[in-house]
T-cell receptor, first 109, second 115 residues
């Protein structure tokens, strides 16, 4: 079956760094997405990885290891506005997204 | 209109009633999607459309139907609502060509409660 696993909730301190992990099992693989979703709002795109390695985009970076079925999202210099849920999603062989339940990130001052 | 709009924003519905959730995009995207999001679960695909005139079933299609008469609109209909259809519904679109990836853009969502 297809499955995306990520932690339910994480807590971090303003100004610190946090890493949100995601493991995936999909029928075929065409890439891994990360989305951000603030409470009561729609998900918004953060990153896409299809090759192994680290993609950096400002304070946010995303890493992929296809051999391990593993990805992480790294958030640096945390700000209060980063409090949100972070959704990991794998793109399967039919180009359909398989979504994790999301990781709720709580930022404390 | 900018991006994707959904209507209504929220709705309380009696069980057994018929309901259509509307979704319109102005980005001329080929592909459109309907998801439901429930607490503790990931987004689950209900139906999708790769291009106007075609639709397909997602992971949880039972009790829902869709149509795609044109590029912009992708309504979702609940023929006879049941309490288990209480959820937040998101419409999304992407500029997808077959065999390629494109990010999905989401509408603001419709919060539906079936009593």
């Amino acid at each position: 079956g297809q499955n995306i696993d990520q932690p339910t909730e994480m807590t971090a301190t303003e100004g610190a760094i946090v890493q949100i992990n995601c493991t995936y099992q999909t029928s075929g693989f065409n890439g891994l997405f990360w989305y951000q979703q603030h409470a009561g709002e729609a998900p918004t795109f953060l990153s896409y990885n299809v090759l192994d390695g680290l993609e950096e985009k400002g304070r946010f970076s995303s890493f992929l290891s296809r051999s391990k079925g593993y990805s992480y999202l790294l958030l640096k210099e945390l700000q209060m506005k980063d409090s949100a849920s972070y959704l990991c999603a794998g793109l399967d062989s039919n180009y359909q997204l398989i979504w994790g339940a999301g990781t709720k990130l709580i930022i404390k001052p | 209109i900018a991006g994707i709009t959904q209507a209504p924003t929220s709705q309380i519905l009696a069980a057994g009633r018929r309901m259509t959730l509307r979704c319109t995009q102005d980005m001329r995207h080929n592909a459109m999607y309907w998801y439901r999001q429930d607490l503790g679960l990931g987004l689950r695909l209900i139906h999708y459309s790769n291009t106007a005139g075609t639709t397909g079933k997602g992971e949880v299609p039972d009790g829902y139907s869709v149509s795609r008469a044109n590029t912009d609109d992708f309504p979702l209909t609940l023929a006879s609502a049941v309490p288990s259809q209480t959820s937040v519904y998101f419409c999304a679109s992407s500029d997808s060509a077959s065999g390629s990836y494109n990010e999905q853009f989401f509408g603001p969502g419709t919060r539906l409660t079936v009593l």
